[in-house]
């Protein structure tokens, strides 16, 4: 396969995966959902550190601070997020994951994961194994491409 067609069927898997990620995180199930998608995985990010500073989760998430500092005043108001100024630098605000917010990232990823693992039963073990090869192979070339 010539690079132009591999980097096109890259492109066609994002928007599948894009697609994916939509429909499982949404499901039908819009009445008990907890979170958008995007909250979920800003949440997801933030877990990471004990805080981190708005610009570099920006950077994390490949987001404008503008439009994070919507979403994350949105979280905060929910309760999921904590916000600090830096004593040192007023600019520099930090953000963090709250004891409230830990639990119902904890809740969305068992709810997800539960949606994911009904849909994946069919599939039988060689397809699993080629599965997690195949994502392994993607996260690596993702690293690269990145």
Known sequence: MEDKELALLLLEN????????????????????KLTSKQFFTLEQIKKYEKIELKNLSKELYVSTSSLCILLNKLVDMGFVFREEDPKDRRNTFYGITKEGNEILEEEEDRISGILVSKMNSFDDKFKKNLEKSLSVLFKAAEKLY
């Open 14 to 33: 994002f928007n599948l995966f894009d697609n994916l990620i939509k429909n499982v995180t949404g499901s039908g199930m819009k009445k008990i959902q």
